[in-house]
């Protein structure tokens, strides 16, 4: 596509439900990022696949949270029994090397509220 | 890791002004970028620029990667402008590093 696509844009859920993120990177972008930003905060590096690589999980915050990619393209954020403290604006890049020059594109975000 | 540092922290302009950001690093530059972040929180891409100047309309950026920083030049600023303008540099790892971002309001 275009750009980098992330749906939905907005996401109410209740205390205890189970979400699911979408990311569309753009096609062709070998990495894909995922962060998340609270209210008023910086950016919260969450995950990060790169190709056939394994994942870099080290930003995920508890085990509620997991992602997978498939076919090395589109990605799913999954959080597990949400919190409040999960309310965020959940943001995802790509990025494509080449020739050593690695420019990364957002999408537009979704925001989620746990009520 | 790597430290990106960016400075200042906040800014408020009357509109028309001129402004300069600064970002520093810890370490050597890496795929640069310089980001803006609109109020709805789109995270907008600016320049990509590990060196050298680029120019864009009023904004324009350089980065002296041999003295570790980069700065981004706004002219006549204007309401739009307002938000956050982040650094960001990869750490060859895969990781974007941000800097904490430089908090800009244009007043009318």
């Known amino acids: 596509g275009a750009g980098v696509s992330q749906s939905p844009s907005n996401k109410v859920t209740e205390k205890g439900k189970d979400v699911e993120l979408r990311c569309d990177p753009i096609?062709?972008?070998?990495?894909l990022y995922w962060y998340r930003q609270s209210l008023g905060q910086g950016l919260e590096f969450l995950i990060y696949?790169?190709?056939?690589?394994?994942?870099?999980k080290s930003g995920l915050p508890s085990d509620r949270f997991s992602a997978e990619r498939t076919g090395g393209s589109v990605s799913t954020l999954t959080i597990q029994r949400t919190q409040q403290e999960d309310s965020a604006v959940y943001l995802c890049?790509?990025?494509?090397?080449?020739?050593?020059?690695?420019?990364?594109?957002f999408g537009q975000g979704t925001r989620l509220t746990v009520v | 890791g790597i430290q990106v540092e960016q400075s200042p922290p906040d800014l408020i302009l009357q509109e028309g002004a001129n402004s300069t950001l600064r970002c520093n690093f810890s370490?050597?530059?890496?795929?640069l970028q310089w980001f803006h972040q609109n109020p709805w929180g789109q995270l907008i891409n600016l320049f990509y620029?590990?060196?050298g100047t680029k120019q864009n309309g009023r904004l324009s950026a350089t980065t002296v990667a041999t003295e570790r920083y980069s700065l981004l030049y706004i002219s006549s600023s204007q309401t739009t402008d307002s938000g956050v303008y982040f650094c960001i540099q990869d750490n060859q790892g895969g990781k974007l590093i941000f800097g904490q971002g430089t908090e800009l309001s244009v007043k009318p």
């Open positions: 620029i590990p060196s």
């Open positions: 370490d050597s530059v890496n795929n």
């Open positions: 696949f790169q190709g056939n690589s394994a994942p870099d």
């Open positions: 096609s062709g972008h070998t990495a």
């Open positions: 890049a790509s990025s494509f090397a080449l020739g050593g020059v690695t420019e990364a594109f």
